[in-house]
């Protein structure tokens, strides 16, 4: 049975928890990209946030609502890289032990960042599927209890504070791009978004290499892809979380792709004319004006979300030279 839409109280509640320990990521104008659109662009940048990237949200507000007897036992995490780090930073401040399970071509910035936050890293294949598959069999066998990536309420209300904090900063918005992965993000924005804003626009942002968000909506329902290829290695899951794609009918107004190329152009923009470093995955909103498939009108108000910044300097160089 899917869980109940987040309502704007648990949006508020989940607030009310990270106030004073997430970062309430700034607002910004990003005027170059106002003056290539034509329009009024601004930027959420989520690599800001504590672990680089909008994760921390979602991660703390569950872990705050476990029982000590939960936390105890530990947490374990299946993650491609920016999860792993939000479940480690989280649970280093509740006093938790952490397992994370990654992929085994995880980049070295995301390992090290979870393995400095002092989580025990696991490897297990290169999907979704796999890591979730090891992380039930550490559950398991030592009891500890599993943070779910994105398919959870919780979660999703979490990641949500991000679209809270956009409403109430800026208000006369008219659309907010957002990226799509597993969907606790989405559907935490879309979600706040549309709760304040029902006028607003709300459209997610995936790759042209995994669009199992678009596949779903084709199909009316999750379905699992075959295969994933993109450099946004945070929105490579290969199935649409089933509470998030509840939120995603019900909130979200479009979702569109883009080519990895785009992303590239975009990272290289934010870096160039923003002065933030975003990894695939956090540019591909910036990336979806760029290529025309969100094209905002003159005069409307646009916020992109930028999901997160945790690439490190050799992939990023290697990203922009042959991008």
């Known amino acids: 049975m899917t869980s109940p839409l987040v309502s704007l109280d648990d949006l508020r ?13 700034p607002l910004l104008r990003f005027d170059a990209l106002s003056d290539i659109v034509a329009g009024d662009v601004w930027i959420k940048p ?7 990237a909008f ?13 000590p007897d ?18 480690a930073y989280a649970a280093r401040l509740f006093g938790v032990p952490a397992t994370v399970v990654m ?19 696991e490897l297990a294949g290169t999907t979704t599927r796999d890591r979730m598959e090891r992380a039930l069999e550490l559950v398991a066998l030592h009891g500890m209890t599993l943070v779910p990536p994105y398919d959870d309420a919780t979660i999703i209300a979490g990641q949500g504070t991000a679209g809270l904090e956009i409403a109430e900063e800026l208000p006369g918005l008219t659309t907010v791009v957002v990226p799509v992965g597993g969907g606790g993000l989405s559907a935490g924005v879309a979600a706040a978004i549309k709760l304040l804003l029902p006028a607003s626009r ?27 290829d993109s450099i946004a290695d945070g929105l490579l899951a290969v199935r649409i979380g089933t509470t998030n794609f509840a939120h995603h009918q019900a909130f979200l107004d479009q979702v569109v792709t883009v080519d990895d190329a785009d992303m590239v152009r975009a990272m290289r923009l934010l870096l160039d004319r923003a002065k933030l470093v975003a990894e695939p995955s956090g540019a591909v909103a910036v990336a979806a004006l760029l290529a025309g498939v969100v094209t905002p009108a003159p005069g409307e108000c646009t916020v992109c979300v930028l999901s997160g910044g945790n690439v490190e300097w050799d992939g990023l160089r290697e990203l922009l030279a042959n991008g």
Do not use: C, D, W
Request: proline share 5%.
């Open 202 to 228: 709300v459209i997610g942002v995936e790759p042209s290499g995994a669009p199992k968000l678009s596949k779903a909506r084709e199909a009316g329902e999750p379905v699992a892809l075959s295969h994933t």
């Open 13 to 25: 509640s989940a607030a009310t928890l990270l106030r004073g320990v997430a970062v309430r990521t």
């Open 55 to 67: 994760k921390f949200r979602g991660a703390y507000t569950y872990l705050s609502r476990l029982s």
């Open 103 to 121: 992929p085994t071509n995880v980049t070295t910035a995301k390992r090290g960042g979870a393995e400095r936050l002092g989580a025990t890293v």
């Open 46 to 52: 989520e690599m800001l946030q504590r672990g680089g």
């Open 70 to 87: 939960a936390r105890a036992r530990g947490v374990v995490a299946p993650s491609s890289g920016n999860h792993a780090q939000a479940v």
